[in-house]
Each structure stands twice: as C-alpha cells, then as structure tokens.
C-alpha cells in the first residue's frame, strides 16, 4: 500500500552573512538587526580588511557587509581579494556619505552594491536578500553617478568579464538580450523591464539570466559596467 502522507518540504537555508567594521559599534548594531530576522544568520565578523579576507576563507558566507574605509587594508582590497577567492560570497559595502568614490571603487573591485550606514533596518534586509539572490541594490540615481565616475577609467578596449567569448562579451546576445541589458544599465529592476517590453516578470528573469551567462558577469552591477564599457548606452541613447 503506497504511503499517501503529504511530504514536509525542506526548509530553505538561512542567509549567512558577516560582518566588517572597524567600529564595534557599528557591528553590534547591524547584528541586534539581523539576529531578530528569520532567515538570516550572522555566522562572523572582522574589525579591518585582511580579518575579512581570513574570515571569508574559513567560513561559507553568503553576503558580507564590508566598510570600505578601514585601518589596514581597507574594504576595497577586501572586497577584491573576497570575490576573486569565493565567488559565491556577495558584497554590500558600507560607507557614512552618498555617493562615496571609495563605495564606487569597492563596487569596481567586485561589491554587488552598496549602502549607508544608517539605513532602515527593513532596507537592510531586503539589500541582503536582493543580493543573496543574485540582484543588485543599486538605484537608478546611484547608477548613472557610478558611470560619470567610471568614465574616465575606461579602458580604449572594452573590458571582457572572465568567461566571455574572446569576440566580445555581447556578441552572443540576441536583439532583446541587448534591450534588456541597456534597460539594466538604465537602473530598471525586473518589474520596470517587464512594463517597458510587455512580458512577464518570468520571461523578464530568463531573459537576464541569459545575459548573465553569455556575459560572464557575475551580477548585474557587472552587467552596467559591461553595457557602459561596450558603448551599448550611447548606442542606444
């Protein structure tokens, strides 16, 4: 007699974030937090840039919260030796002023946004989770401030993230692959992709999970640096 019980399905793994300040205050802070939020378990934290590192490689992180200004080696080196060596580990880096040269270059080394030290408790969430499941937290405004900073940096041939075809990195991408990644590098989320191209949120989702791949990039913020770097916007602007 087949057993007819309903199954119990299994429970989703929790977020496991760290750390990094210099300020044990601050950290103390963002753990009352993060400690009262289902889901999300803080699993470490360092107080410089090479007490992150060193924790990064011991423990299985999936986003890390990292100040980019710090004694020692600060969070941009951090950050670049944390996603060279873990892919799979996020970064939000943490920065007191709007619009921070040092936040931008951290992102340029491989952060996937950034945010202010006082956000709102719920916007500290909902940025981990974003980017826990592969989105970016950056606004359209922090955006284009990000390319105006880039701009005199860029290179005369356009970078090629790693797994790009050596042709370049957007040949691959269909007429509406192309669309949506200027639309990313616009600042669109998937709900503004889906109203400005008239499809589904699902087929939206396929459509950039397919840029990822063909690109190589790694997240979206990668995905704004590469449309800008390749001229797609000015094509398009």
């Known amino acids: 007699m087949t057993d007819a019980s309903p199954q119990t399905a299994s429970p989703t793994a929790p977020v496991r974030v760290a750390l990094v300040d210099d300020q044990a205050l601050v950290r103390t802070g963002f753990r009352l937090v993060l400690d009262a939020e289902p889901g999300i378990d803080v699993v470490g934290e360092a107080g410089d840039g090479r007490a992150a590192v060193e924790l990064a490689d011991a423990t299985e992180i999936d986003v890390l919260l990292m100040d980019v200004r710090m004694p020692g080696v600060d969070g941009i080196t951090a950050t670049a030796e944390v996603t060279a ?43 981990i989770r974003t980017v826990h499941e592969g989105e970016a937290t950056l606004s359209p405004r922090v955006t284009r401030r990000m390319l105006e900073l880039f701009a005199a940096e860029l290179p005369t041939e356009p970078a090629r993230p790693a797994g ?17 990644l200027v639309g990313i590098a616009e600042g669109l989320n998937n709900t503004e992709l889906s109203e400005r191209f008239f499809l589904s949120e699902s087929t939206v989702k396929t459509h950039v999970g397919r840029v990822l791949q063909k690109t190589g990039a790694r997240d979206r913020v990668q995905l704004v640096i590469l449309a800008y770097e390749s001229g797609l916007l000015d094509a398009h602007g």
């Open 85 to 127: 060596s873990h892919p799979g580990t996020r970064v939000i880096v943490l920065t007191t002023f709007d619009l921070d040269e040092y936040a931008f270059a951290a992102i340029r080394a491989g952060a996937s946004g950034f945010l202010l030290k006082d956000v709102r408790p719920n916007e500290l969430v909902a940025a």
């Open 164 to 180: 790009a075809s050596p042709a370049g990195p957007l040949d691959a991408l269909t007429a509406r692959e192309r669309e949506i």
